[in-house]
């Protein structure tokens, strides 16, 4: 039997068909754009069954016989797991006061209906703090969007006739988007490549520009020095839809591409060929991606990049950078149920917390401040619902610290983690194939698409909406949570549209909530206080922000130690995103582990030359939190100088966490951000080849 649905094995949510044999789950198959000699085959898909019926799963709640971090537990029923949980709920609200419980949510069960419901029981409890991981991931991209022209675009890379790739690899991200630049080129168009690391696409490109990593903002400023400067702006655009675009002119003056180059670790003559490039083959896309995003300057650096969009005349165009027309869902998240009065603890963070309506709020550092240092107040209790904060959090030593520090932890998850094993109970989550959910990339923009739910859950593993509405019920939020099944909760956040599970049921390919329309500004506006896209932005400047990127006209490192007195420092890229794992899921499962057993430290071959490195050797790369060991890979894939750390491989072998190294002292002034992409680093080797430690015990 054939079904349909999306998966979620990753944030790309891949409309997918898979075959049923007696009620198990056989293949699975990604719906492809392109002939089959082109397409991307996903290693995890092809994995599917391997991961949903792996011997590793949860299959029963766990709670921990005794206290402390490691796999002490016994099984329960959910019974006495969800009460357990539920009294620790009441006993902190009447102990501390109901915002010192926290639920922190990671990106694995997607940021649609399962962020409405966590939220809406935090809210109904009484607590502001249900968090996500936005600042590292999207989000932050997300709101510098907003504060330039009222809404994160959707690149059109299949119509486009030049597109630019900036901090991103949609060849191990999102197959999607790969697929539509691979049809773009077919037909002609220009590609532009912007990134530390030589990616397949950067290999194909017709202008790769490999950048200092965290110094992306300069580089889109000095790119609009050279539109600016050479007239090749969109004049009636800038005229008619635009503010500020005197005080980005003169903003631009202190970034001239001579200037820029040095620091950035590119010739003017590149930067200059890709911003005529981009500006004179309309229509341009820009895919940016989670390059950008792990940064210091993230919100600044996106509003720049932003700006090219708008300085060109590419916004809400054919072949350009879309402007969404949002799904008109109901917004469930009860937050006018907390009244003013109730600080959050990311309240340091006011622009970050509020520029959504449904994001909420991301600033997740705030959280280990919060349990480490109690301030604004403590969190006592905390439930981490499909994240490993314990491995993929910015200083990892610290985050270890702090879930050791809870009174009561809860781990929401497939398999156990990490971070679970710092758990007093864990509660078995379903697959992505064993849940019927709305993601967030469908109610974000037509086609509303439905991921349904096409095997029945593993063992005794229930769905997170399931785990979330019966939790609420323990709780006593049953006014709150009368829907008995998901596909009662959706039919009621989708009744606005007129939509139903049942007619997506019937329509696998998705429904239009409304018909497609590009240029929206001319009769509509842009979503700002403005209507108008902002250059220069009142809010942020009434905020104590610039009103204008990097309008102070410096240009100073934004890599975390880089005023470390040692000498021979390099700069650490964390990195790479394997295709056969999602973060630090899968690693469990043998047949992904086959394709990708290990990871590995690349060194430039003139770095390796120089400091007598070969393959295979044993690394040692420090910083002041801390270090890691893996072995050396000789790549020419990154520049000399810089050396990219291997992602994801903390949850199996607790030396080889590249957040081991990181920083979450300095972060975003608006976003709260710290610099878990890039930071200065010492490198030792260690051992020969293939003497680098082995995995933990």
């Known amino acids: 039997m054939k079904k349909h649905t999306i998966c979620r094995l990753c944030s790309a949510c891949c409309p997918v068909e898979v075959e049923i044999q007696e009620g198990r789950l056989a293949r699975a198959e990604r719906k492809y754009a392109l002939p089959s000699g082109k397409r991307v085959q996903c290693p ?253 300057q993230v919100f600044q650096a996106t509003r720049a990049v932003c700006m090219l969009r708008a300085l060109t005349g590419n916004l809400d165009r054919q072949g350009g950078d879309f402007i969404p027309q949002p799904v008109p869902v109901r917004n469930i998240q009860l937050k006018e149920r907390l009244g003013s009065h109730c600080e959050p603890i990311t309240s340091q963070y006011p622009l970050f917390n509020e520029f959504h309506s449904t994001w909420g709020l991301h600033a997740q550092s705030c959280l280990i401040d919060a349990i480490m240092e109690e301030k604004p107040y403590a969190i006592k209790m905390l439930v981490v619902q499909s994240g490993n904060p314990a491995v993929t959090m910015a200083d990892s030593n610290r985050v270890r610290k702090a879930l050791s520090k809870l009174d009561f932890m809860v781990s929401i998850d497939p398999f156990l983690t990490e971070t679970g094993r710092f758990a007093h109970v864990v509660l078995p989550a379903s697959s992505c194939f064993e849940r019927t959910q709305l993601n967030r990339a469908y109610i974000r923009n037509s086609p509303v698409m439905l991921q349904d739910q096409v095997i029945e859950p593993l063992a005794d593993s229930w769905p997170d909406w399931k785990i979330t509405f019966e939790l609420a019920r323990r709780i006593g939020l049953e006014d709150e949570f009368p829907w008995q099944s998901a596909e009662e909760a959706i039919d009621w956040q989708l009744e606005p549209t007129g939509m139903t599970v049942q007619m997506l049921r019937e329509n696998p390919a998705g429904l239009r909530a409304d018909k497609l329309q590009f240029e929206k500004h001319r009769s509509k506006g842009f979503a700002t206080p403005s209507g108008k896209v902002e250059f220069y932005s009142k809010r942020l400047q009434d905020a104590g922000h610039p009103p204008v990127p990097y309008m102070d006209g410096k240009m100073g490192n934004p890599i975390s130690f880089c005023d470390s007195p040692h000498e021979d420092l390099w700069v650490g890229i964390s990195g790479e995103r394997t295709t056969p794992y999602t973060h630090t899921q899968f690693f469990q499962v043998p047949s992904l582990l086959k394709r990708d057993p290990e990871g590995f430290i690349d060194v430039h071959p003139l770095d390796a030359q120089a400091r007598g490195i070969s393959q295979g050797d044993a690394l040692k790369v420090e910083t002041p939190r801390g270090m890691v060991r893996l072995k050396a890979r000789i790549s020419d894939v990154v520049h000399p100088g810089s050396l990219r750390i291997a992602w994801g491989w903390g949850g199996i072998q607790r030396e080889a966490n590249v957040n081991n190294l990181t920083d979450d002292d300095l972060r975003d002034p608006v976003t709260s951000t710290p610099s878990s992409r890039s930071f200065m680093c010492r490198v030792e080797k260690v051992g020969k080849e293939g003497e680098a430690s082995g995995k933990d015990s």
């Not at 675009?245 to 950035?264: I, N, R, S, W």
């Not at 911003?275 to 989670?290: F, K």
């Open 44 to 296: 995890k898909l092809m994995a599917a069954s391997d991961i949903v019926y792996s011997p590793e799963r949860l299959k029963t709640p766990l709670i921990k016989k005794g206290n402390g971090f490691g796999d002490h537990f016994r099984e329960a029923s959910w019974d006495e797991a969800l009460g357990l949980i539920a009294d620790q709920f009441h006993h902190f609200k009447k102990k501390h006061g109901a915002p010192a419980v926290a639920w922190l949510r990671g990106m694995a069960a997607d940021w649609g209906a399962p962020w409405d419901y966590a939220t809406r029981l935090m809210h109904a409890f009484g607590s502001p703090n249900a968090i996500g991981n936005g600042s590292v991931c999207h989000v932050a991209r997300e709101i510098a969007h907003n504060y330039t022209y009222g809404a994160m675009t959707l690149p059109q890379a299949k119509d486009a006739r030049c597109i630019v790739v900036w901090g991103k690899n949609d060849r191990n991200t999102a197959p999607g988007t790969h697929e539509a630049i691979v049809y773009a080129r077919e037909k002609g168009a220009k590609l532009i490549v912007i990134d530390p690391i030589r990616t397949p696409l950067a290999a194909v490109a017709d202008i790769f520009l490999q950048i200092k990593p965290a110094h992306d903002g300069y580089l889109a400023m000095a790119m609009m020095h050279e539109i600016i400067g050479s007239g090749l702006y969109d004049k009636e655009f800038v005229e008619e839809f635009t503010v500020g675009f005197d005080d980005l002119k003169g903003a631009v003056q202190a970034y001239a591409p001579e200037k820029v180059a040095e620091a950035t670790w590119l010739e003017p003559h590149a930067i200059k060929e890709a911003a005529r490039l981009y500006a004179t083959t309309g229509p341009a896309c820009i895919i940016d991606g989670n390059g950008l995003d792990m940064q210091l």
